[in-house]
């Protein structure tokens, strides 16, 4: 890709710097950033963990401070009194056997699917579907719950989900570029302290190891982590 005149000078004045405190960081990675359309503001952070242990692997769900307005069409599996509760809370679609059949045909016109726990023996049938979409409801993402209005609430607020790679590191997206840098600065110290609150009982030393962050089409930025949280 070729690289802007603006863009090469950016890239020659952090020539030989190494770790980027993070609110300076925040607005370099801007200024790498399309005019065309809002980036996202991405976070990689390399854990002190062993990936291939089971117990070491890191998956979550959370909320940040400040979320990106974004219209989403909920799907819920429930049938009787909790069909009833996630209609009135705003589940775009909402059914059992029938929608199970719908979506087994194909027919899956949504971006976020919940369930109650006493469904998931039927939708369990869809994993194949589902799962590589990254739309299967799962109790570690809250989307697998016996409070299905609490659970549309927290889908409908916006949340992402993180988890390990195979390399031990957890991606994440923790904004836009419109955003603020003191939002973003918000976002970023709340996910890294979400990160320190699942540190595995097993894992021994340097938790939060590394720190990069870059917008959707810029490179990677080294932050110092003693900058953030």
């Known amino acids: 890709m070729k690289l802007s005149k603006k863009k090469k000078q950016i890239r020659e004045e952090l020539e030989g710097t190494s770790l980027i405190k993070l609110s300076e960081a925040l607005p370099i990675a801007k200024k790498f950033s399309s005019k065309k359309f809002d980036e996202s503001l991405d976070i990689s ?3 002190g963990i062993d990936a291939k242990k089971s ?17 989403i069409k909920i799907a819920v599996f429930a049938d009787g009194k909790d069909a009833d509760d996630a209609k009135k ?5 909402v059914g059992s056997d029938d929608l199970i059949e719908k979506v087994k045909s194909g027919e899956i016109n949504f971006d976020k699917c919940i369930s109650t726990p006493q469904m998931m023996v039927k939708v369990s049938v869809l994993g194949q579907i589902l799962g590589p ?3 299967m409801p799962n109790p570690k993402l809250g989307t697998v719950s ?9 889908v409908r607020s916006g949340q992402i989900e993180y988890k390990t790679d195979k390399a031990g590191i957890v991606h994440a997206s923790i904004g836009k570029v419109s955003f603020s840098d003191d939002d973003l600065i918000k976002n970023t110290n709340f996910f890294l302290n979400e990160l320190k609150n699942k540190k595995p009982e097993s894992s021994k ?10 917008t959707t089409m810029g490179p990677g930025l080294q932050v110092d982590p003693s900058s953030a949280m």
């Open 45 to 47: 952070v390399v854990l």
């Open 133 to 135: 979409k990254g739309l």
């Open 89 to 93: 809370s705003g589940a775009d679609i």
């Open 146 to 154: 016996g409070d299905i209005v609490d659970a549309i609430k927290k």
């Open 205 to 214: 030393g340097i938790f939060l190891k590394k720190i990069f962050i870059n």
């Open 55 to 71: 117990d070491q692997q890191i998956r979550g769900v959370i909320s940040l401070p400040k979320m990106p307005e974004k219209k």
